[in-house]
Structure formats: C-alpha cells, structure tokens
C-alpha cells in the first residue's frame, strides 16, 4: 500500500502538469497574442518532451533500477514547473514545456512497470487501475484549479498549485523498495528475497492471506541482458507494434481535444473563461468515472474485448459531431465528453497492458517505448487540430478523429492478445 500512495502522489501531479497548460492556454493566448498554431506547437512540446523522456527513462531504469530513474524523473519535472513560472512568451514557454515533458514522460512508464512487478496475476488489472485512476483525477482536479484560480489570480495558478506537493513527495522515494524483480533479473536474488520476505512478513500482520508460492522452471532469459532489440523478435513483435499502434490512436483523440476545449470554447464560442473551464473539467470528470468503471470490470471482461468495444463506441460520437459540424458549444461539450470518456478507459489502461506483454528484462523499456507512441499521438493530436481548424474548420477535425479509432478498433480485433488472470512470467517467457 505505501508503494502504491507514493507512486501515486507522483502520478497525480504528472497528470495535474500534463493538463495544466490546457487550463492556462486561454489566458495565454490573450496574453501573448498567440495564433492557434502556436497554441498547438506549445500543447505539443511537453508531449515531444515526453517522448523523449520516455524513451531514454525507459533504457535507462532496465540499467540502474526503477527506483534511480523514479527520483531522477521527479526532480526534473519539479524543476520544469517551477520555470514556468517564470516564462515570458510562447517560446519560452514551449522550451519550458519541452524539457518538463522529459521528466513526466519518464516517470510514468517506468512507475506502471514498477508497480506492475509487485502484483499477482489474478486481480492484477482491478489493483493496477485502482493506481492508474490516480492519473485521471489529477487531470480532473486540474480542471478544478483551473475554474476556482485561474480567473482570479492568473495562469500562474496553475503552476504554482502542482509545484508544492511535487516538492513534498520527493523524500517519500526513500521510503520504497527496489523491484524484487528487476533485482532478479540483474542476479541479486539475495536482496530480492529480503524485499519480498518483508513483504510478506506486513500481509501476514495485517491478516492478508498468502497464496501458496507456484513452483516454475528457472529459464535462463529471466536473468539475460536486457535488449532493445528483442523488442522486435519472436512473439514479442506483434505485441510491440500492436500497442504502439493502440497508443498513437488512443491519445491523438484523447489529448487532441481535452487539451484544446477550453480555448476553443473560449475562442471560438466566445464563452466566459469560467465557463469555459467548467466545461473542460466536465469533461475530464466523466473520464474518471469511466476509468474507475473499467478498473472494476476489465478483469472480468478482458484488455481485448474492452478495448474493441471502447474504440467502436467513440466512432459513434465523432460522426455525428462531424455530421453536425460542431456548430455550438453544448453540442461539443456532449458529444466530446462521450469520446473522452469510452477512450479514456483505453488510455489509462494501456500502461497496464504494455506492462503484461513483456518479461522482467525489458518491461520497462517496453512500457516506455509503446508510451512514447503515446507522446507521439499527443503532439500529432493538439497540432492536428490547430493545422485542420485553420484550414478546414471543427467539422474535419471530428471526422480525421472518427477514422482514427476506427483504425484503433481494427487493429485491436485482428492483433491483440488476451493477457488477464495469467501470470507475468506465463505471459512473456
């Protein structure tokens, strides 16, 4: 439980950050006089930063241990935060953005494969969403900041509310244990023993019964050489094309439209900034419904048949606002809050996911790589809208959208593998 509330606080505030802008934007757009491309490009450059993060977070945690690159990571986004505070002008601010986005897109992917290593199979998805629902109720509670502070006390608002806690969960990494996993893989059976011993040794005074250990062959690959390359081999190729491609759809939509309602509401609608944020944070509020609906029920559903479903649903809602042409903003706000929503479910869950289609050795950097697609989808996403809205208007936006999640439920019905109630090692030798 202490591992799950301290990985989480930190997975609250990266979430709280990644919408934050969103929630500025449309000040910030008075401010400086910005374009909606330039809009786009600065929505875009924290996602590009987490690209980046990502990928080399992830190689890096498979090297020197979870724990190592979890303190690296917060630092660096805490310290980012901080900077924009003090940022003068859009590219000052996208700079800002871009290197914070290096820490966030880190921690998160290499947090979900820590977290994922201290779980047994049988309940694995309920308890690891349970976490993973933090995520989405960070974004919520940005939505609030952003009604309540920001139309009284300014953009900076947004910053300085995410900065202090961030400050404050820093101390609490030295409260946590090394992956007993990852400690395995590296031939520190000793050490790893001890962790779990202790673990144990917790549940057994709290009442919690222990299920009787699984004998299972040693396979020399548990303790191989972690390689990126393998990545690509075997059974292993599919699944990392699958999920990367699942990323990319999910989070185009997703981050595409939550992170531009406010302003379009704002600018296009002419709406009161307060409405305007309301109307953002309605949005992100039915996500977290959603999202706790798909923790309780997706172990007993499945990741495929969930997934399927969740993409075909949202076609639904971007058709007809395709249809309609976006024309007010109550007819968004409806039929947005329907997409964010049913993909919402999709998208928190996919760390989970990626986490159960890889072994020890390189579940980290699988994670982070299939998440850096994620950072791909969320730069592609806000720019995309920027670049259609100027030179085709709202309608084709929801169009494009509709055909992404259409692609997202192909791939998913013809590619992916069912992973719930089987063991990590069962499911990636």
């Avoid at 400086?32 to 980046?52: C, D, N, R």
């Avoid at 309540?148 to 969960?169: D, H, Q």
């Avoid at 040693?218 to 303790?223: E, I, L, N, S």
Wanted: with cysteine; net charge positive; charged share 15%.
């Amino acid at each position: 439980m202490t591992i799950r509330v301290i990985v989480g606080v930190a997975t609250f505030f990266d979430a709280y950050t990644v919408l934050a802008i969103a929630f500025a934007m449309p000040q910030l757009v008075a401010e400086w006089h910005l374009t909606p491309k330039e809009v786009g490009l600065i929505i875009a450059a924290g996602y590009i930063g987490q690209l980046v993060g990502a990928v080399f977070f992830g190689w890096l945690a498979e090297k020197i241990g979870r724990l190592h690159v979890l303190l690296i990571t917060i630092l660096l986004f805490v310290a980012m935060d901080f900077a924009c505070l003090f940022a003068w002008s859009g590219m000052s601010m996208m700079a800002f953005r871009f290197m914070q986005g290096i820490g966030t897109g880190g921690e998160v992917p290499v947090a979900s494969a820590y977290i994922n290593e201290f779980i047994g199979a049988r309940k694995r998805g309920r308890f690891f969403l349970l976490y993973e629902v933090i995520f989405p109720v960070g974004l919520m509670f940005a939505g609030l900041i952003g009604y309540f502070l920001v139309p009284v006390y300014g953009w900076r608002a947004m910053f300085i509310v995410g900065l202090v806690p961030s400050v404050l969960s820093i101390p609490l990494r030295w409260l946590m244990p090394e992956s007993p996993r990852w400690l395995a893989s590296k031939g520190h059976f000793a050490e790893a023993d001890k962790i779990v011993t202790k673990l144990e040794d917790e549940a057994t005074k709290r009442g919690l019964p222990l299920p009787e250990p699984t004998p299972r062959p040693v396979d020399p690959r548990a303790t191989a050489k972690s390689d990126w390359r393998e990545l690509f081999k075997g059974i292993y190729r599919k699944r990392t094309l699958t999920i990367w491609a699942l990323w990319v759809c999910a989070y185009t939509i997703n981050n595409g439209m939550i992170t531009w309602l406010p302003t379009l509401y704002k600018g296009v609608f002419k709406l009161p900034l307060q409405t305007a944020l309301a109307y953002g944070w309605t949005t992100s509020a039915f996500g977290v419904l959603a999202s706790v609906a798909c923790a309780l029920l997706i172990d007993k559903v499945g990741r495929k048949p969930w997934y399927i479903a969740a993409f075909v649903i949202a076609v639904i809602p971007l058709a007809t606002l395709a249809v309609l042409g976006g024309t007010s903003a109550t007819q968004i706000l409806i039929f947005a809050t329907m997409v964010y929503a049913v993909l919402q479910t999709i998208a928190f869950s996919l760390y989970l996911y990626s986490s159960e289609l890889y072994p020890t050795r390189m579940r980290a950097i699988g994670t982070a790589l299939g998440s850096a697609w994620l950072r791909a989808g969320s730069s592609i996403g806000p720019a995309m809208v920027g670049f259609i809205m100027a030179g085709y208007g709202i309608r084709w936006v929801f169009a494009a959208f509709a055909g992404v999640a259409l692609i997202g439920g192909l791939i998913t019905a013809l590619f992916a593998i069912e992973t719930k109630g089987k063991s990590l090692e069962e499911l990636s030798p």
